[in-house]
């Protein structure tokens, strides 16, 4: 096992990585940029060492630093975390050059999951369904409008290099398919550094459900059940939770089994999550599979009864998965919401100074935060606050739980989303379990409806 960590992150997701280390009996390092000297992270880990300016691409982003920080620590793992460098598979190169393990997957993975039209191609040569549009990466305006008109409008231009619910546009009919190609390049190039777009079908009022995967470096697979995520603003989660409310037995066997069969069948090793959108009929369909531990993990931890980051430690130190292949149980019902410094109205990050804090507790609650009162939400990262996760008997018990929760939470000085989480949860459609991704449409004006991003 490893005898010092280094976590390359920051906010709740650090704090998690630290506490799990030192259950494990393993040291741990904090990196931290200048805005995060007196974050949470920095004096909970065994030794803290600034790596560099507040912006990300000069600290938490910049591999030399994170890499330099590693070897004078003397720490032989770094866990990415998500986000930053955690699905950088040049980073992970170099941690394999360097001697680091890398608590992820393999760089191999990263890169082949990192193209996401190339994931696509990979998917369907393993006989998983993926929505039908574009074989690999869309060359043209031209093609790109010659296979919309094939396979029909609405159809969805999909940055390669994406993630974070950004470089996407919907296209509903042929006239607006050459700006939108040409302004979707323009924004992948911008923030991924690729102009590589892919084309799919656009699936109206879809459910967005993700399946856990753990697998270990000699050929070992197991799903942990799945997670539904359709409450999104901006393609962007904002609540989770587990067991999805409408699945049948018989559907999730048959989602568990192809989610096992695509990660069997590139390898997987660690973590991820391999994400599909349900159509209206019930067809589901792969997207993408996300390389990392995700920000919902603990919904899964909870119903599973398993610790995640654990598993990612033990996995990348080449123990074997102590899980079985599929027939994991999900016990109770887990929903998590996303707290986000921001206003509730116009989702404007909101960063600020903490001064005033205060979380109920009670059986099955639990906070992954690292806010305390007197904390600055600095606005250079993204702005999650806390998550609040609670675990009920059944889906409405756990409602009841959260909304109890929510309406306890005190977080003076800056504005939160907590008032729109709690309308969400007392929302029929949230209630009766069958909300899409097209839910929150209807609590913002029309020209916010998210179509271009
Ligand atoms: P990212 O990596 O940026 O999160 P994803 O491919 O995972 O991108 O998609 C994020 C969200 O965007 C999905 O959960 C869904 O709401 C929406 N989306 C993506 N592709 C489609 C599609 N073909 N049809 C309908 N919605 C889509």
């Excluded at 974050?39 to 330099?68: F, M, Q, W």
């Excluded at 990263?110 to 993926?130: F, I, S, W």
């Excluded at 546009?169 to 700006?179: F, H, L, N, Q, Y």
């Excluded at 008032?419 to 609590?443: C, N, Q, V, W």
């Amino acid at each position: 096992m490893f005898k010092k960590v280094l976590v390359a992150n920051r906010g709740e997701i650090a704090l998690r990585i630290i506490w799990a280390c030192q259950e494990m009996g393993i040291k741990t390092v904090a990196v931290y940029s200048e805005a995060d000297k007196d974050a949470h992270h920095v004096h909970c880990a065994d030794e803290a060492i600034c790596i560099g300016p507040a912006r990300s691409t000069d600290s938490y982003l910049k591999v030399p630093n994170v890499i330099s920080a590693a070897e004078v620590t003397d720490a032989d793992a770094i866990h990415p975390g998500y986000g930053f460098l955690s699905e950088n598979a040049h980073f992970a190169e170099i941690c394999d050059a360097c001697k680091i393990k890398f608590i992820g997957p393999p760089p191999r993975i990263l890169n082949l999951m990192g193209d996401k039209a190339r994931a696509r191609e990979t998917m369907q040569k393993e006989g998983v369904p993926v929505i039908p549009g574009s074989k690999g990466v869309i060359a043209s305006e031209e093609a790109a409008m010659k296979l919309a008109g094939e396979i029909g409008y609405p159809v969805i231009l999909k940055a390669s290099g994406g993630g974070g619910g950004r470089g996407m546009r919907i296209v509903r009919t042929p006239e607006e398919i050459s700006v939108a190609f040409r302004t979707a390049q323009n924004e992948s190039e911008k923030a991924f550094g690729s102009p590589h777009l892919y084309l799919e079908k656009y699936i109206e009022g879809a459910k967005h459900i993700e399946v856990q995967i753990a697998g270990d470096e000699h050929g070992n697979v197991a799903t942990l059940g799945e997670r539904e995520c359709s409450v999104q603003r901006r393609h962007q989660k904002l609540i989770e939770e587990a067991p999805s409310p409408l699945l049948t037995d018989r559907a999730r066997k048959k989602l568990m089994k192809t989610a096992y069969r695509a990660a069997r069948g590139v390898g997987y090793a660690n973590v991820g999550t391999f994400e599909f959108l349900f159509d209206r009929e019930g067809h589901f369909y792969f997207i993408e599979a996300n390389t990392r531990i995700q920000v919902e993990h603990p919904v899964t931890e909870t119903v599973m009864g398993v610790d995640l980051i654990q598993e990612q430690i033990k996995l990348a130190a080449g123990e074997r998965l102590a899980l079985p292949a599929t027939d994991m149980r999900m016990r109770g019902h887990a929903i998590e919401c996303r707290i986000n410094a921001e206003d509730p109205d116009s989702f404007m990050p909101a960063p600020g100074t903490i001064n005033g804090l205060s979380f109920p507790g009670g059986p099955g609650v639990r906070i992954d935060t690292a806010a305390y009162s007197g904390c600055v939400i600095p606005p250079h990262y993204d702005s999650l606050v806390a998550k609040v996760i609670v675990a009920g008997k059944t889906r409405a018990d756990a409602i009841a739980k959260m909304r109890r929760t929510l309406e306890y939470t005190r977080i003076d000085g800056i504005r939160t989303n907590i008032s729109l989480h709690l309308k969400i949860l007392a929302d029929p459609e949230f209630r009766d379990g069958t909300y899409t991704t097209a839910f929150m449409d209807r609590y913002f004006p029309k020209r916010d409806r998210g179509a271009t991003f």
